[in-house]
């Protein structure tokens, strides 16, 4: 079977996995969130983003909420900002960046969700390490008749993690950036021959399977350590880039808004009717926009309940930041500085879309200075990516291994050799395989907001009443939690 028979059955699988019901669920559980919290991530995004910057001061957890931050932001901004936004838009028109805006908008509403639910159904075990995430919400909070479902998740989130967002998808685009840097791309940076590029590639692919390798088998600590470092300094460096181009290029905003609005709607007035409908704007949009910022998808909720806090509302506000900062500005940079320049209709894919965007956008600064620091940038991205995946991964697995430790070991071995192997595997079937999982790992995790929207709705109201009368019992809280452990010991 040839490499583009393989990529057409995927390209199928895909498209009967993101079509209309995924599509309508994930809307759908981002308005049902927005309107029983009342749009919670307009009016509460203030203390939102003040709890993120102003960590807790408590012991009930394994890491501070920015550092569990910062390692979902490490997880979600990564290739999906660079490369997945110029994708979407090469084969959904600039109106997919409007359903990524839309997706990500209700998706803060989710991301909540996931996050008061993660705190608020995680396990500690006797040793002190945390667990949370989907698998633990529905096992506790749905009832042990639904454990089926559970594991239906951390399955997929596994092979997500191993086969998909995780390393391929991650490293293709870091070997392919350097490969475009040294020569060996369509627009040639460096003339050093396309020999020395495809080296240059196999050496970034060996760097960063390196330092993944001694990264990842240092736990959740060390991830946590390293991604509260590169994420926000990389997105600081990219923020900075993106905008230069925006306001050098500011006269075309407007033009650019009105293709992106006037595009999702009619798509194929943009694009001439490359493109298609306003069902492929929006399954383009939705499903790269889920890509980068996984609301609803099930990961984030993974780490969020690591965090060192006692409140599962606190946790879901900075939770909800994680998309905001993914999609609502990083992700926009992007995709306005692509439309601006026009380079999602040149014939050009994945990382050499948004490259020639800023080599056109910026064209008083050096061509190698630009395309070295996107390099960079998308570098440690997609780096600090790999690492939060891992973690993901291994959560899964020690759920479905049901807390034994041997399986884990054998999981990061093969995580090793994906991140090795990823760089020869061909970009479309990578970014489609990838899209599969993270299609497959939403349907549990929806049904699961879904029926568990009360339990959140009654856990926001509580908090904020609680704020409202400024009633922090931390004497009675410190005893509930005593009593806690010392229940959880006595069963051990």
């Given amino acids: 079977m040839s490499t583009d028979q393989i990529n057409q059955i995927i390209i199928n699988i895909n498209t009967f996995v993101w079509g209309f019901p995924l599509i309508f669920l994930v ?7 927005t309107f029983r919290l009342t749009f919670l991530q307009i009016f509460r995004l203030p203390r939102a983003l003040y709890y993120m910057l102003r960590n807790e001061k408590t012991d009930k957890g394994e890491v501070s909420s920015f550092a569990a931050l910062c390692t979902a932001l490490s997880a979600t901004v990564g290739t999906g900002n660079i490369v997945g936004v110029a994708t979407a838009i090469v084969a959904g028109g600039p109106g997919a960046l409007f359903w990524m805006w839309v997706a990500a908008f209700f998706g803060m509403g989710t991301k909540f969700a996931e996050g ?26 749905m009832g042990k008749k639904w454990i089926p479902l559970a594991s239906l998740f951390a399955f997929f989130g596994a092979m997500s993690a191993l086969l998909g967002t995780g390393t391929f998808a991650q490293i293709n685009s870091i070997t392919s950036s350097v490969e475009n840097f040294f020569g060996g791309g369509p627009d040639h940076i460096l003339q050093f021959g396309p020999f020395r590029a495809s080296q240059a590639a196999a050496i970034a692919g060996l760097a960063v399977t390196f330092f993944a390798a001694i990264i990842i088998f240092g736990g959740l600590r060390r991830i946590a350590n390293v991604s509260k470092i590169l994420a926000p300094a990389m997105i600081l460096v990219y923020v900075g880039l993106c905008s230069l181009l925006l306001i050098t290029n500011y006269q075309r905003i407007p033009h650019a808004v009105y293709q992106i609005v006037y595009g999702a709607f009619n798509p194929s007035a943009i ?67 692509i439309v601006i320049m026009s380079s999602w209709n040149r014939n050009l894919d994945g ?10 956008g910026l064209p008083f600064l050096p061509s ?9 940038c998308l570098f440690f991205f997609a780096f600090t990516t790999c690492l939060g995946w891992s973690y ?95 229940n959880k010991q006595q069963t051990a």
């Fill in 27 to 33: 809307l759908f559980v981002g308005i049902l969130f």
């Fill in 116 to 141: 008061v639910l993660a705190v608020k159904y995680r396990e500690i075990r006797p040793d002190g390490t945390i667990l949370g995430g989907p698998f633990y919400y529905i096992e506790k909070g």
């Fill in 271 to 337: 694009t001439g009717g490359i493109t298609g409908s306003i069902l492929a704007a929006m399954q383009k949009g939705i499903a790269r926009g889920i890509f980068s910022n996984e609301s609803g998808l099930g990961t984030a909720p993974i780490i969020a309940a690591a965090a060192q806090t006692r409140y599962p509302v606190r946790q879901g506000l900075v939770s909800m930041t994680g998309t905001f900062i993914d999609t609502i500005i990083v992700c926009t940079m992007t995709g306005i500085s």
């Fill in 351 to 360: 990382i050499f879309v948004t490259s020639d965007a800023f080599e056109k």
């Fill in 368 to 376: 190698t200075f630009v395309s070295g620091t996107l390099m960079i």
């Fill in 392 to 486: 993901y991964g291994e959560r899964c697995l020690d759920y479905l291994a049901g807390g034994s430790r041997r399986p884990l070991f054998f999981y990061r071995i093969f995580y090793i050799l994906a991140i090795f192997a990823a760089p020869w595997l061909p970009l479309q079937i990578i970014w489609n395989s990838a899209d599969v999982f993270n299609g497959l790992m939403a349907f549990p995790n929806l049904a699961a907001l879904i029926v568990l929207s009360g339990v959140v709705v009654r856990e926001t109201k509580d908090y904020f009443k609680m704020v409202k009368n400024q009633k922090f019992d931390h004497e009675q809280i410190k005893k509930k939690d005593q009593t806690e452990n010392e």
